[in-house]
Nanobody, 124 residues
Framework: QVQPVESGGGLVQAGGSLRLSCAAS????????VGWFRQAPGKEREVVAA????????YYADSVKGRFTISRDNAKDTVYLQMNSLKPEDTAVYYC?????????????????WGQGTQVTVSS
Protein backbone atom coordinates (compact mmCIF):
# COMPACT_ATOMS: atom_id res chain seq x y z
CA GLN A 1 0.00 0.00 0.00
CA VAL A 2 1.01 3.62 -0.45
CA GLN A 3 1.00 6.00 2.50
CA PRO A 4 0.77 9.73 1.76
CA VAL A 5 2.81 11.96 4.07
CA GLU A 6 1.99 15.69 4.09
CA SER A 7 4.21 18.59 5.09
CA GLY A 8 4.45 22.33 4.60
CA GLY A 9 1.55 23.74 6.57
CA GLY A 10 1.85 26.76 8.80
CA LEU A 11 0.66 30.25 9.64
CA VAL A 12 0.57 32.91 6.94
CA GLN A 13 -1.03 36.32 6.51
CA ALA A 14 -3.83 36.87 4.05
CA GLY A 15 -2.44 37.34 0.56
CA GLY A 16 0.55 35.17 1.31
CA SER A 17 1.62 31.81 -0.08
CA LEU A 18 2.38 28.32 1.14
CA ARG A 19 3.43 25.13 -0.61
CA LEU A 20 2.23 21.81 0.70
CA SER A 21 4.00 18.57 -0.14
CA CYS A 22 2.64 15.05 -0.23
CA ALA A 23 5.27 12.33 -0.45
CA ALA A 24 4.62 8.68 -1.14
CA SER A 25 5.75 6.21 1.49
CA UNK A 26 5.70 2.50 0.75
CA UNK A 27 4.50 2.09 -2.80
CA UNK A 28 4.62 4.74 -5.53
CA UNK A 29 1.90 7.23 -6.47
CA UNK A 30 2.33 6.33 -10.14
CA UNK A 31 -0.77 4.18 -10.52
CA UNK A 32 -3.02 6.50 -8.51
CA UNK A 33 -4.84 9.77 -8.62
CA VAL A 34 -3.69 12.04 -5.80
CA GLY A 35 -6.10 14.47 -4.23
CA TRP A 36 -5.79 17.35 -1.78
CA PHE A 37 -8.64 17.89 0.65
CA ARG A 38 -9.28 20.34 3.42
CA GLN A 39 -11.48 20.38 6.47
CA ALA A 40 -12.26 23.51 8.43
CA PRO A 41 -13.69 23.36 11.96
CA GLY A 42 -17.36 22.48 11.86
CA LYS A 43 -17.33 21.85 8.12
CA GLU A 44 -17.24 18.79 5.93
CA ARG A 45 -14.05 17.66 4.27
CA GLU A 46 -13.91 18.90 0.69
CA VAL A 47 -11.74 18.17 -2.30
CA VAL A 48 -9.52 21.08 -3.27
CA ALA A 49 -7.47 19.71 -6.17
CA ALA A 50 -6.46 16.43 -7.76
CA UNK A 51 -3.90 15.18 -10.25
CA UNK A 52 -3.84 12.06 -12.35
CA UNK A 53 -0.29 10.79 -12.21
CA UNK A 54 -0.29 8.88 -15.48
CA UNK A 55 -1.89 11.42 -17.83
CA UNK A 56 -1.36 14.65 -15.85
CA UNK A 57 -4.99 15.66 -15.73
CA UNK A 58 -5.79 18.14 -13.01
CA TYR A 59 -8.91 19.24 -11.16
CA TYR A 60 -9.56 22.31 -9.01
CA ALA A 61 -12.48 23.28 -6.85
CA ASP A 62 -14.03 26.58 -7.93
CA SER A 63 -13.03 28.17 -4.64
CA VAL A 64 -9.31 27.78 -5.39
CA LYS A 65 -9.12 28.09 -9.19
CA GLY A 66 -6.53 30.63 -10.22
CA ARG A 67 -4.94 30.64 -6.76
CA PHE A 68 -3.84 27.05 -6.14
CA THR A 69 -1.71 24.87 -8.40
CA ILE A 70 -1.26 21.12 -8.06
CA SER A 71 1.83 19.51 -9.56
CA ARG A 72 3.99 16.43 -9.27
CA ASP A 73 7.65 15.50 -9.21
CA ASN A 74 8.19 12.08 -10.73
CA ALA A 75 11.70 11.66 -9.41
CA LYS A 76 10.65 12.46 -5.84
CA ASP A 77 7.28 10.70 -6.05
CA THR A 78 5.78 13.80 -4.51
CA VAL A 79 2.72 15.94 -5.21
CA TYR A 80 2.69 19.64 -4.38
CA LEU A 81 -0.06 22.14 -3.73
CA GLN A 82 1.12 25.69 -4.30
CA MET A 83 -1.30 28.05 -2.59
CA ASN A 84 -1.16 31.73 -3.49
CA SER A 85 -3.32 34.70 -2.55
CA LEU A 86 -4.42 32.89 0.56
CA LYS A 87 -7.58 34.00 2.34
CA PRO A 88 -8.72 33.47 5.92
CA GLU A 89 -11.38 31.10 4.60
CA ASP A 90 -8.60 28.81 3.36
CA THR A 91 -7.80 28.02 6.99
CA ALA A 92 -8.21 24.26 7.48
CA VAL A 93 -6.41 21.00 7.98
CA TYR A 94 -5.21 19.89 4.56
CA TYR A 95 -5.06 16.21 3.71
CA CYS A 96 -3.52 14.26 0.88
CA UNK A 97 -5.14 11.03 -0.29
CA UNK A 98 -5.04 8.56 -3.17
CA UNK A 99 -7.77 7.00 -5.27
CA UNK A 100 -7.53 4.54 -8.15
CA UNK A 101 -10.10 6.04 -10.50
CA UNK A 102 -10.20 9.61 -11.86
CA UNK A 103 -13.99 9.51 -12.05
CA UNK A 104 -14.15 9.15 -8.25
CA UNK A 105 -12.06 12.18 -7.27
CA UNK A 106 -14.94 13.95 -5.56
CA UNK A 107 -16.01 10.88 -3.61
CA UNK A 108 -14.24 10.93 -0.24
CA UNK A 109 -15.30 7.38 0.59
CA UNK A 110 -13.54 6.01 -2.51
CA UNK A 111 -10.11 7.24 -1.47
CA UNK A 112 -7.96 4.35 -0.33
CA UNK A 113 -5.19 5.93 1.74
CA TRP A 114 -5.02 9.21 3.64
CA GLY A 115 -2.23 11.24 5.15
CA GLN A 116 -2.29 12.58 8.68
CA GLY A 117 -3.06 16.15 7.63
CA THR A 118 -1.25 19.45 7.98
CA GLN A 119 -2.67 22.65 9.46
CA VAL A 120 -2.90 25.79 7.36
CA THR A 121 -3.88 28.98 9.15
CA VAL A 122 -4.41 32.25 7.29
CA SER A 123 -4.64 35.34 9.45
CA SER A 124 -6.51 38.45 8.36
Amino acid sequence: QVQPVESGGGLVQAGGSLRLSCAASGRTFRSYVVGWFRQAPGKEREVVAAINWSVYSTYYADSVKGRFTISRDNAKDTVYLQMNSLKPEDTAVYYCAVVSNWSRIKSLNDYDYWGQGTQVTVSS
